[in-house]
C-alpha cells in the first residue's frame, strides 16, 4: 500500500486523555482510534494486526478440530436466569437497554450460556460428542473503570472456544490439548518467554477448574510469582503454605511480576449444563449431562501487550507474524525506482507499506519508528551508487546496504 | 468437512414461532440459531455463506480504493447531539444504556456521526483527500417488529462505506463508480437479473440525494414500478406525473413488484460536514467543508434475500459464489472409495462437505437438497460398476454417471 493513500496520520503529541502506553503508541501511530474510555476504533492499520492475531488463533483451534461460528451480541434474559448470571447485583458488568417491543435485552459480556442453550438443539447423543466451536466476538462489559487502553475494554474483541464432551476424561484431554495450543499461538504471537501458564483456582484437576495464561506486562493488573527453571507461575491468590508446599517450592524462589491475563480456561464440569438442562442419551440409553469447558483469548488485549512489551522510546516494535506490513519501503527521491522495487515486493508476495509521500527524511524515518514495521527499507540515490538499498530491521540499530536480489532472498 | 463432524443437524418440522421463509430454511439446515425475533446466531454453515458474501464485497470496494476498518458499536451522546440524532424522537431504533461510570451510552445503528468526528484526526488538507473507508459492522437497531427473519434485524451485519472528497464533482464520480461496483457485486452474488437501481428521493443530482438498489423478493417491503427494456425502477414513493414524463415512461408500461432493498448510497452534500465541522483548507488556503457519501449493503439481509429466491420446496439451493462448500459428497456403503474422493477433491482446492454419516440413502438426499450445495455426488458400488460418480447439479433434476476425472474436469 502507498503511504499517501492511507487516510491515518500519524502524530506527534501524546493524547492528553490516555494514560496507557499501549493507547498513547497506537493512537499516536495511527493504529486506533478512541471513541471513548475502553472503546476504540480498529483504523486500517489496527484492523491488519488484529486480523494477523485471529488468523494465528483461527489456525490453532482448527487444528483442535473446533468449528468457527458466531454468536449474537443481544442476549435473552431467560437464558442467562437459568444460571441466575442476569441479575446485576450477580454479573456487574452488564449493558442493558429496554425493547421497543417490551421487555429487556442484555448485550453479551460472555457467551456460555446462549451457546449451551444453542446445542440443546443440536445434541441428542453420545454420537453427537464431542464438539468443540469458536467465535471471535465483540464483546460489552460496562466497566465501572476503563483505564488501561485496550487492556481493559468497555467494548473489545475475544475469541472464546466451548467444548462439550461426555465424560470428564474426554474434556480434560481435549482441556490439555487447548493449552499445548494456546501455548502454540504465544510463541507465535512473540509473547512465549514471557508467557506462563498460571494455577488459578485450586490448581488441580477438580471438577471445576480453571488456568490463566498471564504475560508479564508492566501495565497489567494482575501478579504472579514464577519460578521459570520449575516451571511454577501462580497467582497471587493462590500463594499460600499449603500450595507452596504442593508445588515443592519456596517463596524465595519465586519471582514477583506484574502480569497482563491473555489467555483463561475453564472447566465447569456439568455445573452449568444441568442448569440449562443439556443432556444427551449415553450408549445405555439414559439422559446424561454433558461436561462444558470455556476457553477465551482476548484479542485486542493481546494486541495491547504486544504494544506494551515491545516498543521503545520512537515507537512500536511489531513481530512479523502479525505486522500490519512486513516491509516499510522509504523513497529518497528515488520515486522511480522506488516504484518499481514496491513492485517487485508485491509480486513477490511481500506486504509493503511504501512511503512514496513528498515529505523530509526525518519525518519518513520517525514515522517508521513509530509504526514499527519489522524491515525498514531505504531506496535512495546514495544507496543505489553503494549497490542497492539501506535496510535495517525495527528492532535493531544496525543498518546495512545490500543488493535488491539479496533483499528478495532475505525476505523470502 | 465431513459432515459426521459438523455439530449442526437438520429438521424437518418448520420452527414454530418464524413465519419468514428465510429464517424457516436457514434455521432447518443449521445455518442459523434464533436467540430471539430479528437476532440469529450465524452457526458454522451460515459464517461460511456471510464471509463468503464479505469477500465478495470486499474485492469491490478495494478495488475502489477504499480501505477496510473497524469502528465501534458504543457511541457517545456527544457526537449524535451534533447533527440530532441522538434524541428517540429523531431517531426511533437506538438502543441505549447507562455507563456504569455515569452517564448514557448508545449502540450504533448507523456510523456517519462518528467516522465523520474521527476524520478531523486525520483530515486537515486538500492533499489529504479524497478518502474512501468501509467497514463490515455488527449494527443494533430497536425495531418495534422483526418479523421478517434475517429481512429486518435487530443485530445484523452491514458494510458501510463512506467517502469524504473535496468537491460535489469527485463525489459524484465515486458515487457513479460506487453504482457500478455495486452491480457487480449484485451480479456476482447472482442476483443480478432481478435487482434495480432505483430513484429513491428526486431522481437527479441535486445537493442531497440517494439511490436504492432493490431486489425482487416476495418477503420484501418495498413495491418497486419497474420497466426492464427502458432500464427504469422507481419507487413507489416517487412515482408521480411529473416524474413519469420525466423518465419518458407511462404508468402502462410500468410492472409492479415487490422488493427488497439490498443496497442504498446516499449524498449528504456538505450537510453532515458543515454540522459536525469537518473542513479542510483547499489549495487556496481557505478551510471548505468536505463533501461526504455513504453507501450501505446489508450482509445479511443479502444471504435472506438469497435463500428467499434462490430455494425450492426441498430446501436451499445457494449459487456457486457463496456456497458455504462447491460439492456434497455423499457415500452409499463405498466409504473407502468416498474417503480417497474426498481427500482428492480436498487437494485440487475444492471445498466439500462429506456425508460420511451412517444413516439412511432418503436422510442423506433430504439433507443435501435442504443445505443446497450446488453439486451433489453420490459414490455407491452402482455408481462405480457404471464408471465413477453419479453427479446432480441442486437447481437441475437431471443426474448423470461419470468417471472420477471428468468430474474433476467439470470443477476445475
Redesign the interface.
Known amino acids: 500500500m502507498k503511504q499517501s493513500?492511507?487516510?491515518?496520520?500519524t502524530?506527534k503529541e501524546t493524547p492528553a486523555d490516555e494514560q496507557a502506553k499501549n493507547a498513547q503508541l497506537l493512537i499516536r501511530a495511527?493504529f486506533i482510534?478512541k471513541?471513548?474510555?475502553g472503546?476504540?476504533?480498529?483504523?486500517?492499520l489496527?484492523?491488519q494486526v488484529v486480523e494477523k492475531i485471529k488468523g494465528i488463533v483461527r489456525e490453532e483451534m482448527n487444528k483442535l478440530?473446533a468449528?468457527?461460528?458466531?454468536?449474537?451480541?443481544?442476549?435473552?434474559k431467560e437464558t442467562w436466569m437459568e444460571t441466575d448470571r442476569w441479575d446485576d447485583e450477580k454479573v456487574?458488568?452488564w449493558?442493558?437497554?429496554q425493547?421497543?417491543?417490551g421487555g429487556e435485552?442484555g448485550?453479551g459480556w460472555s457467551h456460555e450460556e446462549?451457546i449451551t442453550n444453542?446445542?440443546k438443539?443440536?445434541?441428542?447423543s453420545f454420537r453427537?460428542l464431542p464438539?468443540y466451536?469458536y467465535q471471535f466476538q465483540?464483546k460489552?462489559r460496562?466497566?465501572?473503570?476503563?483505564k488501561s487502553g485496550l487492556l481493559r475494554g468497555?467494548?473489545f474483541i475475544m475469541k472464546d472456544m466451548y467444548s462439550y464432551t461426555m465424560s470428564a476424561e474426554a474434556h480434560d484431554a481435549f482441556y490439555k490439548s487447548t493449552m499445548d495450543a494456546y501455548t502454540r499461538v504465544y510463541n507465535r504471537l512473540g509473547l512465549g518467554e514471557d508467557t506462563f501458564i498460571t494455577y488459578a483456582e485450586g490448581g488441580a484437576f477438580t471438577d471445576n477448574y480453571s488456568h490463566e495464561f498471564q504475560t508479564i506486562c508492566e501495565a497489567g493488573e494482575d501478579v504472579v510469582y514464577i519460578n521459570r527453571e520449575k516451571g511454577i507461575a501462580l497467582n497471587e491468590e493462590v500463594v499460600n503454605d499449603e500450595m507452596l508446599e504442593k508445588m515443592n517450592v519456596t517463596m524465595d524462589e519465586l519471582e514477583k511480576h506484574t502480569t497482563a491475563e491473555v489467555g483463561n480456561i475453564f472447566s465447569f464440569g456439568t455445573e452449568k449444563t444441568e442448569k440449562m438442562g443439556l443432556s444427551v442419551a449415553n450408549e445405555a440409553g439414559e439422559e446424561t449431562y454433558v461436561h462444558l469447558g470455556s476457553y477465551g483469548i482476548g484479542i485486542t488485549r493481546v494486541m495491547a501487550v504486544i504494544a506494551e512489551n515491545m516498543s521503545d522510546d520512537n515507537g512500536l516494535i511489531w513481530p512479523e507474524s502479525i505486522a500490519p506490513f512486513r516491509v516499510h519501503l522509504i523513497s529518497m527521491s528515488s520515486d522511480d525506482e522506488a516504484q518499481e522495487l514496491y513492485e517487485q515486493l508485491q509480486s513477490s508476495g511481500i506486504e509493503v507499506l511504501y512511503d512514496d509521500r513528498d515529505a523530509r527524511a526525518g519525518e519518513k524515518f520517525n514515522d517508521a519508528d513509530l509504526i514499527g514495521i519489522p524491515w525498514r527499507v531505504v531506496i535512495s540515490s546514495r544507496s543505489l551508487e553503494n549497490g542497492g538499498v539501506e535496510v535495517k530491521r525495527r528492532d535493531s540499530q544496525e543498518s546495512e546496504v545490500i543488493s535488491i536480489e539479496e533483499l528478495l532472498n532475505k525476505l523470502s
Open positions: 493513500h492511507l487516510f491515518t496520520k502524530r495511527g482510534h471513541e471513548m474510555a472503546a476504540y476504533d480498529l483504523l486500517p489496527g484492523l478440530g468449528q468457527e461460528m458466531i454468536m449474537t451480541s443481544l442476549q435473552r456487574d458488568v449493558f442493558k437497554s425493547l421497543h417491543a435485552v448485550f446462549p444453542m446445542m438443539n443440536h445434541l441428542a453427537d464438539v466451536t465483540v460489552m460496562n466497566e465501572l473503570r476503563a468497555r467494548e
